[in-house]
């Protein structure tokens, strides 16, 4: 009896150690990406990238983790683009257009008034302009994925209502760190301070800069109306974001691997999308109650449109005729089939 009992003893624990040994190499066989992003939880930016995260787990059936960092707790947006070309970040969800470094067609991105809607965006983004643009990152050391969302970009400030051109005029404005928007605000009569944007808090609240301009989640989310009495809803850039994935990092992903980023992408971004229109609806209302709302006439919108004239010629030179022409064409495309 005695020498069964040791037997099944035997038996079992070597099964157990077996069961041990596979659970550890399966979980040895999981590969946590690290995804860098500027934006905190309870923006559409962060909460889509962390659906990202949730769709990754299951379409790669727990091969691939994501971990989110963000509040820039892996450097300024140009420092990560550095790090993804190195290989020293895997991920990162960022503003499209602050790839112009690295590629210079994603300057038409920040084109001031390029977009009348969200959809008249997504339907550019998602469509073969949008693909030619991710076509020219995997030789820059980058692979994009799919673009989510900032949204249209609105003035505020601490000094007075803007409701003309004119009232820009000596505004020290923050800039998103490309050329084309530091020219953008120039143009607009503001002096244009570049600043990566987890320092903006801070330079409102010391008035370093007497403003910025942001999607209207974000002034509220990070309190920038504390800040910040007068918001001008001037929609004048429609910024993407963009999956992005280390081409190092990528290189050394299954096909199925791949394919499970891929997919969770254009998810993740779908999500996002809608997340970011709502929050934005919502956080306008909640706005009202605390700055001072200012809408231009249409007669001063154009001449904001008509002070930029001299950007865009200048950057359509960068970017290209070509490029510029076939998104202007499809743009056209779109507004002839907008319901009258």
């Not at 004239?309 to 499809?330: D, H």
Request: with cysteine; charged share 20%.
């Amino acid at each position: 009896m005695s020498l069964r009992v040791g037997w099944l003893r035997a038996l079992y624990a070597g099964l157990l150690g077996c069961f041990l040994l596979y659970a550890v190499d399966v979980q040895a066989q999981v590969v946590t990406l690290r995804l860098a992003t500027q934006t905190l939880a309870g923006t559409a930016q962060y909460d889509g990238a962390s659906k990202f995260a949730e769709l990754v787990i299951t379409k790669s059936e727990g091969k691939l983790a994501i971990k989110v960092f963000g509040d820039g707790a892996l450097g300024g947006d140009l420092q990560v683009i550095s790090a993804l070309q190195h290989g020293s970040v895997d991920m990162s969800l960022m503003n499209a257009s602050l790839l112009s470094g690295v590629a210079k067609e994603f300057s038409i991105l920040d084109f001031p008034f390029l977009f009348d809607s969200e959809e008249q965006a997504h339907s550019i983004l998602d469509g073969p302009i949008g693909q030619k643009l991710i076509g020219l990152l995997p030789a820059r050391g980058m692979v994009g994925l799919s673009y989510p969302e900032l949204g249209f970009r609105h003035l505020h400030n601490s000094r007075h209502p803007v409701t003309r051109v004119e009232d820009l005029q000596g505004l020290k404005i923050r800039a998103v760190q490309t050329p084309i928007y530091v020219d953008t605000l120039n143009a607009l009569g503001a002096n244009a301070v570049p600043l990566p944007f987890p320092e903006l808090y801070h330079a409102l609240e010391k008035k370093v800069v007497d403003g910025a301009t942001d999607p209207l989640v974000t002034i509220d989310v990070l309190k920038f109306y504390e800040a910040q009495p007068y918001l001008t809803l001037t929609g004048h850039v429609y910024n993407p974001q963009i999956f992005l994935v280390s081409k190092a990092t990528w290189d050394k992903l299954s096909v199925i691997e791949r394919a499970a980023l891929q997919d969770a992408a254009n998810e993740a971004r779908d999500f996002e999308r809608k997340l970011s229109q709502e929050r934005n609806l919502q956080a306008l209302e909640r706005l009202k109650r605390t700055m001072q709302v200012s809408v231009l006439s249409p007669q001063e919108a154009g001449k904001m449109r008509e002070a930029v004239r001299p950007v865009i010629r200048k950057y359509t030179q960068v970017v290209g005729e070509e490029l510029v022409n076939e998104t202007s064409a499809a743009l056209a495309k779109l507004r002839a089939q907008k319901p009258k």
